[in-house]
């Protein structure tokens, strides 16, 4: 087990006691009694994909198996020119679903994009618009953003670093170089900069 996933769960769980307002409580009550994936069912998904999930990913999954359709959790911060919205983690049973039309294969970018633009890509992402090796693992209710395990990273990544794509206009973008940096910065997001989760 994982003792700051651990740590981190129980500091996200006691924030959303604290913020979450009053009509989104029986939400909260379901996330509560949410339960973790078997070990068996984790395995069966990365011999599935022939993956190995983070540990820190999997110590959180063998916990909570997602957060409940549309139950947002997790606050990852600022986007230079906007804030990301919040997002709610998929089950595994809807990362399998997801990940059967999306990033199920490979596109580049500049199939889509000019030079300068593929350019603006973040230096630890490979330069696609879609890659087999994302797994989207997080989403916002209506599905236009998804927060994904990069697999697959540029020199200066790092494999399992956490990617976000985004539509309309769709780019990929850093987020953070692991699953448990991305709690870290969502727990300190919810602590310090959301008065209530209302959504």
Request: aromatic share 14%; proline share 7%.
């Amino acid at each position: 087990m994982n003792a700051v996933i651990d740590g981190l769960m129980t500091e996200l769980e006691q924030l959303l006691e604290e913020k979450v307002a009053e009509d989104l409580r029986d939400l909260l009550g379901e996330y509560k009694q949410l339960e973790g994936a078997p070990s068996d069912r984790l395995k069966q998904f990365e011999e599935e994909f022939g993956i190995a999930l983070p540990e820190d990913f999997r110590s959180f999954y063998s916990k909570k198996d997602g957060s409940g359709y549309a139950f947002h959790v997790l606050y990852p911060g600022n986007e230079g020119d906007g804030e990301y919205p919040p997002f709610y983690l998929m089950s595994l049973d809807e990362m399998r679903e997801i990940k059967s039309y999306f990033c199920e294969r490979d596109e580049r970018l500049d199939a889509y994009y000019g030079p300068e633009e593929v350019q603006r890509l973040d230096p630890e992402i490979k330069p696609y618009l879609f890659h087999k090796a994302w797994y989207p693992f997080a989403t916002m209710a209506g599905g236009s953003l998804y927060l994904m395990l990069d697999f697959d990273p540029a020199g200066p990544g790092t494999s399992g670093q956490i990617i976000m794509y985004v539509h309309d206009p769709d780019f990929v973008y850093y987020i953070a170089p692991s699953f448990t940096e991305l709690l870290q910065a969502s727990n300190r997001n919810l602590r310090t900069d959301i008065e209530e989760v209302d959504y």
